[in-house]
């Protein structure tokens, strides 16, 4: 039986192209258009908050279902999103969800508790 190696540049292009994905949002971006950015380029909201208190819950009622948490006081929240298999979170700061600025994003799954 021969054994074939399998090229090891083609291996790094794989896993090259699934962390050079391209997201339309920049730093201090506001939150509500970097969503809408996302949403068209096909991003989908990836539900992860099961609860029934707090901000999160909330703002899962008035249509954001990628929320996954969210800090007391100033309010630093992380969203997440989904395309092609790949997960997207973006943390955006803010008091109310309009005045909410992206300040990082990361190709990361939400861990599940």
Do not use: H
């Amino acid at each position: 039986m021969e054994l074939r190696k399998l090229p090891v540049g083609l291996l790094y292009v794989v896993s090259f192209s699934v962390q050079a994905v391209d997201v339309p949002i920049k730093e201090g971006m506001p939150f509500v258009s970097a969503r809408k950015a996302l949403i068209n380029s096909g991003w989908k909201p990836n539900p992860t908050y099961s609860g029934e208190f707090g901000v999160e819950s909330v703002l899962v009622r008035k249509g954001y279902p990628e929320i996954e948490s969210c800090t007391e006081g100033v309010r630093y929240c992380s969203f997440n999103y989904v395309k092609d298999g790949v997960c997207l979170g973006v943390g955006a700061v803010g008091e109310e969800i309009k005045g909410m600025k992206v300040y990082a994003w990361a190709f990361k799954c939400p861990g599940k508790e």
